[in-house]
């Protein structure tokens, strides 16, 4: 009926260069994009997104880990890649695939200084990290007269980029602790302008902060979630269009009886003759034994089915009781049709982390 046999993640790049034009619609033109691709693209393909983002504009990617990098560089991307957490570990590979920095102690500081006056390299350009409230990584305000010495000092590195990240931009009940950091970045900026004129550029929105305080997009935005096509209310999720679609196939169909269980630990039992869909994939390809027991439901011929019992290794059963369907037809987990807002009916988790455990074992195909 459908065509497809297998498993599969469509990735749909239109709904992506729709999703890029609706963020930079209201960017001043000067504004750069940066194309956050960590985690596989949330999921997708770094690759075949990286090269995406670029041909729509974006003048940046970013990257959590050095390796995720290296792997754009090899795929011949060439775009500055900022990576968000380095380890001193690979700093070799940093400096030999020109990876930017952000820098956000002074521990890592040294270790890079050290490994670019070996390589006897000028110049390297780093992005500071300033923390404004999250507090995760960066560096506090007591701290920047030393780091501003340090970097004047230092000629194997160049501030290129000063930016923080903002803690709850997609929360509306947050808008004054989220003002609070923008006004504490700004102070940052100055300090930073004052001392590396003309220099450096700042940056602090992620998605919710470019849809949500368009006063702040300052040099650069760095988007992420909603070129995936999910935000983080529901405001957000209205206006942008999901990318991948988790889609697979009934692998059988069977009738069971009042008292009958379904799965691992018989933790569904039928209260009435019903229908059951078994679908070939689980836990290992990424849907979590929390979408088990009617936590969850996918959509099959335009109807809504709830997984029913535990979620196995390879497979999952749905209840598929009134709906008309045969083996072989299409299921959509998660996609275009059916959002991981719905799939994740008892509201358990966010779409950036049921998007990004689809496992490397689903075969990606483009649209
Ligand atoms: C992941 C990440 C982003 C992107 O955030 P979204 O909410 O997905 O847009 C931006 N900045 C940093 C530092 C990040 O780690």
Redesign the pocket.
Same mark, same amino acid.
């Given at each position: 009926m459908s065509g497809i046999q297998e498993t599969r993640l469509e990735i749909d790049l239109n709904a992506l260069a729709e999703n890029y034009a609706l963020l930079s619609k209201n960017l001043s033109p000067k504004t750069k994009m940066m194309g956050?691709v960590?985690a596989f693209a949330y999921g997708t393909d770094p690759i075949v997104i990286g090269k995406k983002l670029v041909e729509l504009g974006a003048e940046f990617l !970013?990257v !959590?880990y050095i390796e995720e990098g290296v792997s754009l560089r090899k795929a011949g991307i060439k775009v500055p890649i900022l990576v968000?957490y380095p380890q001193l570990k690979e700093l070799n590979k940093l400096v030999e695939f020109n990876l930017t920095p952000s820098v956000y102690n002074i521990h890592f500081l040294d270790g890079l200084r050290c490994e670019l006056k070996s390589s006897e390299i000028l110049n390297f350009p780093i992005h500071l990290k300033i923390n404004t409230g999250l507090n995760r990584l960066g560096f506090e305000f007591d701290q920047l007269q030393e780091i501003s010495e340090i970097i004047k000092d230092a000629e194997t590195i160049k501030l290129s980029g000063l930016f923080s990240?903002l803690a709850a931009s997609g929360n509306l009940d947050e808008v004054e602790f989220t003002k609070t950091q923008i006004s504490k970045f700004k102070e940052a900026k100055t300090f930073f302008e004052d001392r590396f004129p003309n220099q450096f550029i700042s940056h602090i929105c @992620? %998605? %919710?902060g470019i849809i949500n305080y368009p006063e702040a997009e300052f040099d650069m935005v760095? !988007?992420?979630? !909603?070129l995936y096509g999910y935000g @983080?209310n529901p405001k957000e999720h209205q206006m942008l269009k999901p990318v991948a679609s988790l889609k697979t196939i009934i692998a059988q169909l069977r009738h069971i009886q009042i008292g009958d269980s379904v799965g691992y630990e018989r933790k569904f039992k039928a209260t009435t003759a019903s229908k059951i869909a078994t679908l070939p994939l689980g836990y290992a390809d990424g849907i979590s034994r929390i979408f088990g027991n009617g936590n969850s439901e996918v959509l099959i011929n335009g109807k809504t089915a709830p997984i029913v019992g535990n979620v196995c290794m390879d497979t999952l059963m749905v209840d598929v009781t009134g709906i008309d369907c045969d083996e072989g037809d299409e299921v959509e987990i998660f996609g275009k049709n059916h959002s991981v807002l719905k799939f994740d009916k008892a509201k358990q988790t966010i779409p950036?982390e049921i998007i990004t455990r689809i496992s490397q074992r689903v075969t990606r195909y483009f649209i």
């Open positions: 956050v960590k !970013a !959590a968000f990240h @992620n %998605s %919710s760095r !988007a992420g979630i !909603a @983080n950036y």
